[in-house]
């Protein structure tokens, strides 16, 4: 046992750097990964993901504990320097994950930078410590770089900015606490400090999922996903990181590395998200990067750089190391890269020449049931962000949430909350909920308890001279903000072709961190329109809703008549997709997928209900499929069959992927192709695609 307690206050210069490094490689690889996680289609919530990272830290201390390599001592009542560690520690990580709520995680990591002023106080307080000349100099250019980083991105959001200031001084009250602890302290070795510390948070955060309604079984098989384990992981490598750090070097270093983190993160985030990069983002990283440096060095500086090679070979291993890891993670399949830290990017290709992105305005209708539990909630909060940050990119935008007048007033407000806000103008985002009497759907309907999904008809028509564009959705489905600017540059460049043609969405679910297309894309004609290559699918179009431009809902108005559009009593077949889907258009517009960028169409259905039954379908089988046409497929088997049809070549399995015909040659003969797929074997494991093309 000595040997661990000596180790975590070893005094070698060796050892400071590689617990310094350590930190920084952990934290870099923790931001990462935690953003993929909670940004993915998982939609695994903050708290859920804060009570795993915790159980695996005090089950990883309970069994070294076990096993004779750390000591832990029992869970008694903690000193008041202890108290203080513990009270600090649960305090920021809680202000921090409601810090990110309310601010763009772009502007709060800037914000949080600020906390290295706050640590050189607390240290003066609590430990006497004053900075040196050096010292100072690195602060003040590490603050001047922050600011410079994210000049651009302060607007008026107090309630983000206080929520950060909290979380800024509990983070520096604990690394200073640590520190403090450490004096007063003869018997608390680290590894028992992060254990006591990860025991009190993750009763907090239990605490937390209780009071929001979460059911953590129902997240249960996220443990399955390795980017979850590793986010799990290096949570606890990072917070033993952060103490063995500021135990053998001081508080100051330990923010000092975490700014040399934040900036490892920025660039990381600039690589993968193709924002801009402007030159007072530029200046501030190299004025940050020269404060840190100046702040890791000036003993070597003031030395004459007598010993500078180690710490060189482990910074650079460090950078090396987040560059492999960052290049692995982010190219999971199951990330959506246009949401992106630290802004949205919307990649070039998607964007037609011309498009009008400027002063757009839109409704959107969210059909909802105004009974939910954590998962659902979570799902309505993601609709929340993506709504508001189109209005960040200059779009103005109105969310209705509609429901029947049982709803619960409660659940109501908490729709309607000033928790996701507009910063660019509060003005041009608004929220709403619209409550209706219930209704029995028509005799020859069926699929739904009642006519709710009719409704947003009548806000449309009430609506038609306000908005642009019109959006009615389910309450589990996901319109990103790719989806929506999608959708306006190709409705803007395919009505200007002849005939004009209408873009469509179609829906997709995800198992196994892999992406599953429904079943509407699994036949459908291929066919050229000027320089560019379509698909129109067979069957009825998915999306879950459908987005309609002003011009088309006054000539449905204008061909119809008012009471003719809200008078669903003569609805038949399956009501919901035949009267809020993109079902509505079929019979007055040719409904497409460019080809060129197909998956930006595709709409989440965030609770991938649907492939799972599927897989059990199949699983209830015992046998493998002779020649199933009604399977979803892979967006990487759907990849190959497109791209075969514009020539390129595509690297592809091809005893998994099998194509019959030449869409290429249909299309160069100036025919369409017509394109059927079949699934043989299992549908769910070793199974096999085949692509069918026919000219026509």
């Excluded at 402007?278 to 003993?299: E, H, R």
């Excluded at 004609?525 to 320089?531: A, T, V």
């Excluded at 030449?662 to 695609?689: K, T």
């Amino acid at each position: 046992m000595s040997g661990v307690t000596k180790l975590s206050e070893d005094k070698d210069a060796s050892f400071k750097i590689m617990v310094a490094s350590s930190y920084i490689l952990s934290s870099t690889m923790l931001t990462v990964s935690n953003t993929v996680v909670l940004r993915s289609a998982a939609l695994l919530p903050p708290e859920i993901l804060l009570l795993e990272q915790q159980l695996l830290v005090i089950t990883t201390c309970l069994l070294a504990h076990q096993f004779n390599f750390v000591k832990i001592e029992p869970i008694e009542l903690p000193t008041s320097t202890l108290i203080i560690v513990i009270l600090s520690f649960v305090s920021y990580a809680i202000l921090s994950m409601y810090s990110q709520k309310f601010l763009e995680l772009s502007l709060y990591t800037t914000l949080r930078k600020t906390q290295i002023a706050l640590t050189v106080l607390l240290e003066y307080i609590l430990l006497r410590k004053r900075p040196d000349n050096w010292n100072v100099v690195s602060i003040c250019s590490i603050l001047t770089g922050s600011i410079l980083m994210g000049v651009s991105e302060f607007r008026g959001n107090f309630t983000g900015y206080l929520y950060t200031g909290l979380s800024n001084f509990f983070g520096a009250l604990y690394i200073v606490s640590i520190a403090y602890h450490k004096q007063a302290s003869v018997t608390t070795d680290s590894f028992n400090l992060i254990f006591q510390c990860s025991f009190y948070l993750a009763i907090c955060s239990g605490v937390f999922i209780f009071t929001r309604s979460i059911d953590p079984l129902s997240y249960a098989y996220t443990l399955a996903d390795w980017r979850v384990l590793m986010s799990v992981a290096l949570a606890g490598t990072m917070n033993s990181a952060v103490v063995l750090n500021t135990r053998a070097n001081s508080p100051l270093t330990q923010n000092v590395c975490s700014n040399i983190k934040d900036i490892f993160v920025f660039l990381i985030a600039q690589t993968f998200s193709g924002v801009a990069v402007t030159f007072k983002n530029a200046v501030g990283v190299l004025v940050t990067f020269a404060g840190a440096a100046l702040f890791c060095f000036k003993d070597q500086l003031a030395s004459g750089f007598t010993s500078i090679n180690l710490s060189l070979r482990l910074y650079v291993f460090v950078a090396v190391g987040i560059l492999v890891f960052t290049g692995i993670f982010m190219d999971t399949p199951s990330v959506s890269y246009s949401i992106s830290y630290p802004s949205i990017f919307m990649p070039a290709s998607i964007i037609e020449p011309n498009a009008p992105f400027g002063n757009i305005s839109l409704l959107a209708v969210v059909t909802t049931s105004g009974s939910y539990n954590g998962m659902q909630l979570h799902f309505l909060d993601t609709i929340h962000r993506s709504y508001a940050t189109l209005c960040e990119l200059g779009f103005s935008a109105k969310l209705i949430f509609t429901a029947y007048d049982s709803v619960d007033a409660k659940w109501s407000e908490y729709l309607t909350s000033p928790q996701i806000q507009c910063h660019r103008s509060k003005a041009s985002f608004m929220m709403d909920v619209e409550t209706f009497p219930w209704e029995a759907l028509p005799p020859a309907a069926f699929g739904t308890a009642g006519t709710l999904a009719c409704r947003h008809r009548e806000i449309f028509l009430r609506e038609r001279d306000n908005f642009d564009f019109f959006i009615v959705q389910e309450d589990d489905v996901l319109y990103s903000v790719e989806n929506i600017l999608y959708f306006v540059s190709q409705y803007h460049f395919m009505r200007q072709m002849q005939p004009p043609l209408f873009p469509v969405f179609f829906d997709f679910e995800l198992l196994d961190g892999l992406k599953y297309s429904m079943f509407r894309l699994g036949a459908g004609h291929i066919f050229r329109s000027g320089e560019e290559l379509f698909f129109s699918s067979v069957h009825a179009p998915g999306g879950r809703g459908y987005i309609l431009p002003k011009v088309l809902l006054a000539k449905m108005i204008n061909e119809t008549g008012s009471e003719v559009l809200v008078n669903c009593s003569n609805v038949g077949g399956e009501f919901n997709p035949a009267i809020a889907s993109a079902q509505v258009l079929m019979h007055s517009q040719r409904l497409v997928s460019p080809l060129r960028n197909w998956k930006q169409g595709g709409i989440h259905h965030m609770s991938n209900k649907y492939i799972g039954m599927e897989k059990a379908n199949s699983q209830n089988l015992q046998k493998p499929l002779k020649d199933g046409q009604f399977f979803s497929l892979q967006y990487n088997e759907l990849d190959v069959a497109f791209s075969s049809c514009n020539g390129s070549e595509e690297e592809y399995n091809r005893t998994a992927i099998m194509i019959d015909g030449s869409c290429q040659e249909c299309l160069r003969n100036g025919q369409s192709a017509y394109m059927l797929s079949f699934i043989y074997g299992y549908a769910f494991g070793d199974r096999q695609v085949k692509f069918v093309f026919t000219c026509e």
